[in-house]
């Protein structure tokens, strides 16, 4: 053998050696590459593991770091430009500013640049919204959105007003702008946390920015032309005897608050006599329910079923109360957000005599809704229509398409270019025509609807400049009626329902804003609430209501004024307002309540506002039980809801099961009432009923059972409302035992941030709440307490004019739009359980109630 031959191996003797060793040729490769797979994995999973830890802490550390270097200085001395004397800013126990300036100028100055330190992307958020400029920071999801805004030319608008705003308000507007671009300046790379995610850095403020903030309020309070394009896809389908039904305008219930005091128990004539608007009309060109519904989701017009965008105020006279003084009250209902609509503030400058508290919305300068040291005022949407759809007629394309007005003389479309920059894509650019009404040019709206073959053109108030007026300045400087109605006067809107008091003891109420009046200002044409041809000159507007003809009352004797977005239209009032006023339910509650209590308190107004008896709710609990009881069911579930229904009191408390057994049973009633009468394939048109009045149309049906709603399929009434219980039943999920049915739970109120709520992961980083999460609760739209998952009281208010110090206002989260901060959320308890705090005025109260002190100096 050759000393380079190989020795033979034995594989028993290696076997032997090497007991975990296959020697196959075939398994050896695989049982390698498996050690080394194991040993791979072994080694990078905890390095992955290590990594992603590394990453998340870090990231944690940092997001923590963000929100805590964003947060405003409140303390010390901070130099800003354009000041002339030291501005004193006073921080209380919930953040609240109190501002003191030596001068007006000053004081915007100053207001703005605190409103930013607490608001900023809030402010930004705004005015892009409003804009349709959303896509440029979050992408092409928001182009519908953006798209939408553009031909509703509500940035158009604003440019409009700018260019033709009064030189003293445009001042206002530009010393705000001032003190917001002073704060952007102070916060320089430590911006809020938002910025820094979305990777934008803000433009400059500038007063055209202010209008569009407000022209965003104003299109929350009087966008309402979706719903007559609703109302007209369902008088395609549905005959006129059942339309009158489903559309009423006013009821028995209301209380005009320039009425006196009725007797609320005193039901009206016979339900078939309710008479329907002559102005009513059938169209030709039907559009599909799915655009309808669309634009209601992009214009985020469904808030809730029943959802009214509105409010309570009330003030009761010194005869009323224990101190012998007046007493107001406001809670405004809106959409809420985090941070919420409304800022508090207290402003004062010594030298103008000038000092008022209260509310004010974010990039807009002054007191929305609050007191001076003579008066108190707070306000409800009056719900005017201020929108008409017309259909126009027109000819040829491109640039060379014309309308057709009376007279069958034609003129050019009007064009509008408009450019949407969008996140990481190419920009949309956007022909808007439109044609014109009177002074205004009204858009083409069709192209938001793609099967739309109509061209549909809108005229609204905002398309008037002169319509949006800038300054509450004179409002927050009135002293008395006259002076504070004649700050009024020249107020374009959102049209509202003010109510007010002063320290001298009276009381008082007015409707404001400009409502249109069609046809002629001595005989005005009947409102339509449908769109009609732009060729009838009956439909034009031929002005404005004038301000001393809108409703309005002064010292009544009954020493009640109350509001609540129900009809406020006396009797004979020669001008129409709106075919579509709120459900009466809140505002008769607050009347029965005010007028058999006196001796009335502060303490006595919060429990008012936070009401939560449902008449309507009551009412209809206590037919279905009879329903139920007159059926011929056997079900002992359906029984069992009887038994609740019959006992329960009328209160939506969170842990009662009756209003979660009418609510279940109200949602499923409307599609089987509507369905069979809108054809063979109904589809979602039930949807498309949207009258604010619907609750009361439902009242009705249900007390009344016309003969002609009832579908064929049931003998009777009583076994139609009893299936109504047992399909709410089971579309809402109820428990078996109904008896642990909480209504609360299954109607929370659930308030998120827009972008942290987008990112679980987002959330753990920030390691704080970042809302508020689903959280049972109590009331619905039909109590003075109005709610929804996302909707509510924005605020609650309460003046005392035997003492302001002894005011109360509190907001739905807090003050700043920082989780890092303490005032983030530290309002959100008193809210949810219905108590609030003290707002201290006089010099006294607030240096008590200082807990921090910045000192803005000029530089």
């Known amino acids: 053998m050759n000393s380079f031959d190989p020795v033979p191996i034995d594989p028993a003797l290696l076997a032997r050696r090497f007991p975990n060793e296959n020697p196959s040729p075939k398994s050896s490769l695989p049982n390698r590459l498996r050690r080394i797979l194991f040993r791979t994995v072994a080694i990078a999973v905890p390095l992955v593991i290590l990594l992603a830890v590394t990453v998340f802490f870090a990231g944690r550390y940092w997001t923590r770091h963000a ?12 130099s800003i430009a354009g000041l002339s004397a030291p501005v004193t800013v006073q921080r209380d126990a919930h953040g609240v500013p109190h501002i003191h300036a030596a001068t007006l100028n000053d004081l915007v100055i100053a207001q703005g640049f605190v409103t930013a330190q607490d608001r900023l992307w809030q402010m930004d958020i705004l005015r892009r919204h409003a804009a349709g400029e959303l896509a440029e920071i979050l992408g092409p999801s928001l182009v519908p959105h953006d798209r939408a805004q553009r031909i509703l030319q509500v940035r158009a608008a604003a440019d409009r007003t700018i260019a033709s705003l009064p030189p003293d308000q445009l001042h206002w507007l530009q010393l705000y702008a001032q003190g917001v671009n002073a704060s952007i300046a102070a916060q320089g790379t430590r911006l809020p946390i938002e910025f820094r995610i979305l990777r934008y850095q803000p433009e400059p403020w500038t007063p055209r920015d202010s209008i569009l903030v407000g022209l965003a309020m104003f299109q929350d309070l009087t966008n309402t032309f979706p719903q007559k394009l609703d109302r007209e896809a369902l008088s395609a389908k549905l005959p006129p005897e059942l339309l009158n039904d489903l559309y009423p305008v006013g009821s028995w219930r209301d209380h005009p608050p320039t009425q006196p005091i009725p007797d609320l128990t005193n039901p009206p004539t016979d339900f078939i006599d309710v008479p329907l608007d002559e102005s009513q009309s059938k169209f030709t060109q039907p559009t599909l329910t799915h655009d309808l519904l669309t634009l209601q989701k992009i214009l985020s017009t469904n808030r809730c079923e029943g959802c009214i965008a509105g409010s309570n105020n009330w003030v009761v006279s010194g005869t009323r109360t224990a101190s012998g003084k007046p007493l107001l009250s406001n809670d405004m209902h809106l959409n809420h957000s985090v941070p919420g609509v409304w800022y508090e503030a207290d402003l004062q400058s010594t030298n103008d005599n000038f000092h008022t508290a209260g509310v004010t919305l974010p990039g807009y300068p002054f007191v929305i809704v609050g007191h001076n040291d003579h008066i108190a005022w707070g306000f409800t949407n009056l719900g005017a229509d201020v929108q008409d759809i017309y259909i126009e007629h027109l000819r040829g394309s491109g640039s060379t398409a014309e309308y057709e007005s009376p007279g069958n003389i034609w003129h050019p479309l009007l064009h509008q270019r408009e450019v949407i920059h969008v996140l990481h894509h190419s920009d949309v650019i956007l022909d808007v025509t439109a044609t014109q009404h009177g002074d205004t040019a009204t858009p083409l709206i069709s192209s938001i609807f793609p099967k739309e073959n109509r061209a549909l053109s809108l005229r609204w108030t905002i398309y008037d400049p002169t319509n949006i007026t800038a300054s509450f300045l004179n409002i927050d400087s009135a002293v008395d009626w006259p002076s504070f109605t ?28 400009k409502v249109p009046i069609r046809g002629s200002i001595t005989q005005p044409t009947a409102l339509s609430p449908v769109p009609t041809d732009a060729l009838d000159a009956t439909h034009d507007w031929a002005g404005y209501i004038p301000f001393d ?11 009640i004024l109350a509001t609540a977005n129900s009809r406020v239209t006396p009797d004979g009032y020669p001008f129409p307002i709106t075919l579509n006023w709120a459900a009466p339910y809140r505002n008769e509650r607050i009347w029965k309540v005010l007028s058999s209590r006196d001796h009335l308190t502060p303490a006595d107004m919060l429990a008012l506002q936070t009401d939560v008896y449902s008449d309507l709710d009551h009412v209809i609990a206590q037919r279905l039980a009879y329903a139920i009881d007159h059926s011929t069911t056997k079900d002992k579930r359906i029984r069992q809801a009887a038994d609740i229904l019959r006992k329960w009191n009328g209160n939506v408390d969170i842990n009662a099961s009756a209003p979660a057994i009418v609510d279940a049973t109200r949602a499923a009633l409307w599609p089987m009432l509507l369905n069979p009468h809108l054809g063979p394939h109904p589809g979602d048109s039930a949807q498309l009923y949207t009258w604010d009045e619907k609750p009361y149309a439902e009242e009705q049906i249900i007390m009344h059972t016309p003969a002609r709603w009832l579908p064929a399929s049931y003998a009777n009434w009583d076994e139609f409302l009893t299936a109504a219980v047992a399909q709410g039943l089971l579309e ?53 307490k109005q709610v929804g998952r996302t909707f509510g009281p924005s605020e609650r208010f309460t003046a005392d004019l035997s003492d302001l110090d002894h005011s109360t206002l509190n907001v739905v989260l807090g003050q700043s739009g920082n989780p890092a901060s303490p005032w983030f959320m530290d309002q959100w308890p008193a809210w949810y359980n219905g108590t609030t705090f003290t707002l201290p ?3 006294t109260s607030t240096d008590n109630a200082a807990a921090h002190t910045l000192t803005l100096t000029p530089r």
Request: a negative charge; zero cysteines.
């Open 486 to 513: 004649a700050a009024f006067s020249t107020f374009g809107g959102p049209a509202q329902n003010v109510v007010f008091a002063d320290d001298h003891g009276n009381i008082g109420y007015h409707a404001v804003g």
């Open 67 to 78: 929100l805590r270097d964003s947060l405003p200085q409140i303390d010390g001395t901070l």
């Open 732 to 784: 809402a999920h109820a428990p078996f035992d109904l008896r642990k049915w909480q209504y609360g739970k299954s109607h929370p109120v659930d308030i998120e941030h827009p972008i942290f709520a987008q990112s679980p992961l987002l959330q753990r980083l920030i390691g704080v709440p970042t809302g508020t999460g689903a959280q049972p609760q109590s009331g619905d739209t039909t109590t003075v």
């Open 841 to 843: 005025f006089s010099k």
């Open 549 to 559: 003809q809108l409703p309005q009352a002064f010292d009544p004797p009954g020493g």
